[in-house]
């Protein structure tokens, strides 16, 4: 009897992980096509992120920097898309910037869609400054005056061309910086721009960085922080428009769950061995 | 159309991709070097638009005030490709110097005044606020950084009081690496959600075109 | 001495001036940071070359040689001069290769987007994976990873909250109160030793860079 179940708990453990693999797909697939929905609770972090956009007058400028590509798109996407929501809800002006180069048509494709949905008008409401490389160099270089590194926005256009930026020549005239982070951009931003220039920041990070970033927040370095799909979702419902990031939270969830069981059932099968080469 | 076939096309590729799950196959290496090609030819025309053209082209060719001295950094940046012709590889380290420099500099202050500094002061808490919650958390905190430093303290033997402060530490940091961890699996989790939302859809949009 | 000194000297000079006109700002230091400043970004932006001219060369090889696979050395080609291609007819009919219209784009959304998305979300299946194989609660330290990893991946879940209300609290105070400070103190680690090596290699101690 014993051995019976002993050989089955070895079995269980040496399962094909392409059976894994296929429970994981289900149970991440099932809430996303019968559309379930979960209620999101809103954490202090994220809070803390929102109320420092939301203080903002009308008119002034929120920088929005793109520091993700196609890999992280599905946790920061729908962060870009709340926090520019919130802003054109409030009359922000949003400068975009970009250095992470595969990123940039995702973050100006996004911009570009909330825009036309609030009618705002590019050169006026909102700009995309592109990229430059230099990553460090380039956030110093705009610290004295943006035009000495982004002599034109993304397409070449002369920014002095552009009513917005007339006013706009380095950060004094920028009232917080929003760094999407996938890589470590987001330590640039705290170290270079909020720590020389007195730059108020607000990071969305993937949640892979997240644990990482709560000292800077702590130390009151960065204002507040977004992390991953939750922290999405969390700042969707604070602008009050769910969209990607509400969807995801039940597979979300639903995912988390199963982990945890394959780590419990996983757990139970090394013990059960464990014990059962102790007593041989 | 030819949305429909940007869907087939991005979903076919993602399915290739995603073959891989099943096993190594000849579909899933197509899609690997299809990505690989297409990066290698995206970074090119990067190059071209924002560095050449947006940096050193534009400003020249509207003759702003000190462009002209942009031709010595595109010497440089030029002598960068020497690498390319083993017998002149060598002239390519002056430009390797050049970037290697600024950017040790950059970090050493970097480091210091962005991290260092800010960091150990906010990590100099007062151990009693009057609030016994706040001062738990203060303590927790001075206690989590400074056993985290002992512990990666190597160039004395962990023995003693030193071994039973670093042993302290490591629990520290194993919690630290499960909130790591956890937040991992969240992150893996969501990027799965994409795509497989992707895929669905993508099957709602061509059932709807046809 | 061109291929050692001078460089060494280079990079000692441009790293002196980075922190020296750290601490001066003023004129003329701080023209002379702005500049050395701006040569960096063009001259970084080169960088990006040298890693295409490698897979480009790494490609032909293989192709030339009939190496086993070359086949799909000639897809890497295929995808390479559709992008080149499309991109320098973008940006000779827009001006801009990144116009939202362009065939640049079209092509970018349909094949790269999906590719590096999904390159991605395999991981998912193998933390799943490694979770069941391989996550072991061995001693006391492998036990507290995995009791805060669980609690940190249901307290930041709605699911969480429906389980015991007070669970994203606790999970809100391991993040901001109990992991912070092993956090901090590895990344104060992470930056002396990152000191310590833009020292050695201003001082040219470190002279790998030179190879």
């Known amino acids: 009897m014993n051995g019976e179940n ?13 059976w894994i693999f296929l429970i994981i797909g289900l149970v991440v697939f099932i809430p996303i096509a019968f559309g379930l929905r979960m209620t999101v609770h809103v954490s202090p972090a994220v809070k803390s992120a929102y109320d420092t956009i939301n203080s903002l007058p009308e008119g002034s400028v929120v920088m929005i920097s793109i520091d993700y590509d196609a ?58 400054l592109g990229y430059r490389p230099g990553d460090i160099a380039v956030m110093l270089r705009m610290g004295t005056e943006i035009r000495s590194v982004f002599y034109g926005d993304i397409k070449g256009t002369p920014l002095d061309s552009l009513p917005m930026m007339k006013n706009i020549h ?30 108020d920041l607000i990071l969305g990070v993937t949640a892979v960085m997240a644990a990482g970033v709560y000292p800077y927040l702590q130390a009151g370095q960065i204002k507040g922080l977004i992390g991953g799909l939750k922290g999405a979702a969390e700042y969707e419902k604070l602008v009050n428009h769910p969209a990607f990031g509400h969807i995801g939270m039940a597979s979300q969830s639903w995912a988390h769950v199963t982990i945890i069981l394959f780590i419990i059932l996983g757990n139970i099968g090394y013990f059960m061995e464990r014990r059962r080469k102790r007593g041989l | ?138 303590f927790v905190i001075v206690v989590g950084v400074i056993t985290t430093l002992i512990y990666f303290f190597f160039s004395k033997p962990h023995t003693g009081v030193l071994g039973k402060t670093s042993k302290v530490g490591i629990l520290f940091i194993m919690v630290a690496f499960g909130a790591s961890f956890g937040y991992t699996v969240m992150a893996r989790i969501s990027l799965l959600i994409g795509r497989l939302d992707f895929l669905w859809s993508s099957i709602l949009k061509l059932v709807h075109f046809f | 001495m061109l291929k050692k000194q001078i460089p060494l000297a280079i990079t000692f000079i441009t790293g002196v001036i980075i922190v020296v006109t750290f601490f001066i700002p003023h004129p003329p230091f701080g023209r002379l940071q702005q500049d050395a400043l701006t040569w960096y970004s063009v001259i970084f932006g080169f960088t990006m070359l040298l890693g295409v001219d490698s897979l480009v060369k790494f490609h032909y090889t293989k192709l030339r040689r009939r190496e086993k696979g070359w086949w799909f050395s000639i897809v890497f080609y295929c995808g390479f001069l559709l992008s080149f291609i499309t991109g320098v007819i973008s940006e000779i009919r827009f001006g801009d290769a990144f116009n939202i ?15 590096q998305s999904t390159m991605f979300a395999l991981l998912a299946f193998f933390i799943a994976s490694a979770s069941y194989r391989a996550f072991r609660a061995r001693n006391i330290d492998a036990t507290f990873l995995l009791v805060t990893a669980v609690i940190v991946m249901l307290g930041r879940v709605p699911v969480g909250y429906m ?24 990344m104060i680690g992470i930056s002396l030793g990152t000191v310590a090596m833009s020292l050695r290699l201003i001082l040219g101690i470190e002279r790998t860079y030179l190879s």
């Open chain 1, 6 to 18: 002993i050989s089955f708990w070895e079995k269980l453990g040496k399962i094909d992980r392409r």
């Open chain 1, 71 to 128: 890999a992280s798109m599905p946790e920061l996407q729908p962060m870009l898309k709340a926090i520019l929501r919130h802003c054109f809800d409030k009359n922000l002006k949003v400068v975009l910037i970009n250095f992470w180069p595969l990123g940039l048509p995702i973050g100006n494709q996004g911009l570009e869609e909330v825009a036309r949905e609030y009618g705002k008008v590019y050169g006026v409401d909102y700009m995309n």
């Open chain 1, 170 to 199: 380095n950060y004094d005239d920028i009232a917080v910086v929003v760094g999407l982070e996938a890589g470590s951009m987001g330590d640039a931003w705290v170290q270079y721009v909020n720590a020389r220039f007195k730059q």
């Open chain 2, 1 to 138: 159309m030819i949305e429909a076939l940007s869907i087939w096309v991005a979903a076919g590729l993602t399915l290739a991709i995603m073959s891989f799950l099943y096993g190594d196959n000849p579909v899933y290496k197509f899609a690997e070097h299809l990505y690989v090609g297409y990066s290698a030819g995206y970074w090119l025309i990067y190059t071209w638009h924002f560095t050449i053209k947006l940096m050193v082209i534009q400003p020249i060719a509207e003759k702003q005030p000190g462009a002209l001295w942009l031709v010595i950094p595109l010497f440089f940046g030029a002598l960068m490709l020497t690498r390319w012709f083993p017998r002149i590889a060598w002239m390519s380290r002056w430009s390797i110097a050049f970037t290697v420099g600024i950017g040790a500099g950059l970090t050493l202050t970097g480091a210091v005044h962005g991290y260092i500094i800010p960091q150990v002061k906010a990590t100099i808490l007062p151990l009693w606020t009057g609030n016994g919650l706040t001062s738990f958390n203060n």
């Open chain 3, 101 to 115: 219209n362009s065939s640049f784009m079209y092509f970018y959304n349909t094949i790269l987007v999906p590719l």
């Open chain 3, 163 to 186: 389980l015991w209300h007070k669970l994203p609290d606790l999970t809100s105070w391991i993040l901001n109160v109990l992991q912070l400070g092993p956090m901090r103190g590895i």
